[in-house]
C-alpha cells in the first residue's frame, strides 16, 4: 500500500515512540519523554498536512497530545482494539512496535481519519480532576468493603475513610471551581443539570469525558457511550442485540443517573414502567433509560434549550 506522506504512525509505549513517516519511509525510534515529543512537533510543524496516527493508551500518550495540542499539529487516536483488527484485517501478521507504527499509517490512510479537534483547555482540566476524584472514589469503596473483613483493622480503614471523604470534598470543590470558571462549561451543567436524573457528577463525567455532546447524531451518541443495541445473530442465533465497548466510564454514569430518574415523576419513569409492563429485565429497562437520557441531552446541548417536562 503506498501510503501519502502526510502521515505518520506513532506506535507508543511506555519506553519509546516507533515513527514510521510515510514521507521518508522510514522508521525511527524515540524515547517517551517531553523532549523526544517536541522534537517530533519541531519536525512537523512546517507540514500543514501531517496526521499522526497513534493508539490511545492513556498515560503513555500523554506528551504527544500535550505538545500536539500546543503546537498545533494535527493528530487522531485510535482504539487498540479497533487496530489490531485492522492489522490481522490487513495482513499486517507480524508483531513488533516498528511494524505497528506502520500499520496504523496505513490504517489512517484506509480509513482516511480525520484529526481530532483541539481539546478546550478548560475541559482538559475538568477531565483531570475527576479522573482523580474517580480514583479516591474507588479507593474509598475497597476501604469500606474491607471494614467488613478486617475487623481488627477498623481503626486504621476508618481513619483512612474519612481522610478520603475530606479529599472527594476537595475534589468536589475544585470540579465546581473549574466548571464556575468556565462560561461555556457552567452553560452545559446547567442544560444537563434540568434533566431528570442528571446530577453534579453525572453532569461533570459527561461534561469531562464526552465533549463531543451536542454535536452528534443520536445513533453516534449512544455508540460513543457503548449504549448502542447492535444485532449478535448468526447461524440459527437470532433475535439479540447487545451493547459494549464506548466509554464505558459515560456510560456508567448514565446507568446510575437512570436508576435515579425512574424514581422521578417524569416521562422517563412512564417509559420505564411501560418497558417493565411488556416483560423487559429491569436490568435492560435501565439500560434503555440510559440511552433516552443521553438521546435527550445530546439534543437539548445542540438547541440550547432546557429539559422540556
Not at 225 to 239: C, E, K, T, V
Not at 259 to 280: C, D, H, P, W
Request: with cysteine; charged share 25%; aromatic share 6%.
Amino acid at each position: 500500500m503506498i501510503i501519502h506522506h502526510g502521515i505518520i504512525g506513532i506506535d507508543v509505549s511506555k519506553a519509546y515512540f516507533d515513527i514510521f513517516d510515510a514521507e521518508s519511509g522510514r522508521t525511527e525510534r524515540l524515547p517517551n519523554c517531553a523532549e523526544a515529543a517536541r522534537s517530533l512537533a519541531d519536525r512537523l510543524q512546517n507540514r500543514p498536512d501531517a496526521l499522526a496516527i497513534f493508539e490511545a493508551t492513556g498515560r503513555y500518550d500523554r506528551h504527544l497530545r500535550g505538545t500536539f495540542d500546543a503546537r498545533g499539529i494535527h493528530y487522531c487516536r485510535v482504539n487498540p482494539a479497533r487496530a489490531r483488527a485492522f492489522a490481522r484485517a490487513a495482513g499486517f501478521l507480524a508483531k513488533t512496535d516498528a511494524v505497528d507504527a506502520r500499520m496504523l499509517a496505513a490504517m489512517g490512510q484506509a480509513l482516511q481519519l480525520q484529526a481530532e479537534a483541539t481539546p478546550d483547555g478548560s475541559r482538559a482540566a475538568l477531565a483531570s480532576l475527576h479522573q482523580r476524584r474517580d480514583q479516591l472514589v474507588a479507593i474509598r469503596a475497597a476501604e469500606r468493603v474491607r471494614l467488613s473483613e478486617l475487623p481488627d483493622q477498623k481503626d486504621s480503614l476508618q481513619s483512612h475513610i474519612a481522610w478520603l471523604d475530606g479529599e472527594i470534598g476537595r475534589f468536589d470543590a475544585q470540579i465546581a471551581a473549574a466548571i464556575a470558571a468556565s462560561s461555556s462549561l457552567t452553560e452545559e451543567a446547567r442544560l444537563m443539570r434540568s434533566v431528570p436524573g442528571i446530577g453534579p457528577v453525572a453532569a461533570t463525567t459527561l461534561l469531562a469525558l464526552m465533549p463531543e455532546l451536542g454535536t452528534l447524531s443520536p445513533k453516534t451518541a449512544a455508540a460513543l457511550a457503548g449504549l448502542a443495541p447492535f444485532n449478535a445473530d448468526s447461524g440459527q442465533f437470532r433475535g439479540v442485540r447487545r451493547i459494549g465497548g464506548g466509554r464505558r466510564r459515560v456510560r456508567r454514569a448514565l446507568y446510575m443517573a437512570a436508576i435515579t430518574a425512574v424514581r422521578s415523576a417524569s416521562s422517563f419513569k412512564r417509559f420505564y414502567e411501560q418497558l417493565r409492563a411488556r416483560g423487559k429485565p429491569a436490568k435492560l429497562a435501565l439500560t434503555a433509560i440510559a440511552r433516552k437520557l443521553l438521546v435527550t441531552l445530546n439534543a437539548i446541548l445542540r438547541d440550547r434549550i432546557v429539559f422540556q417536562p
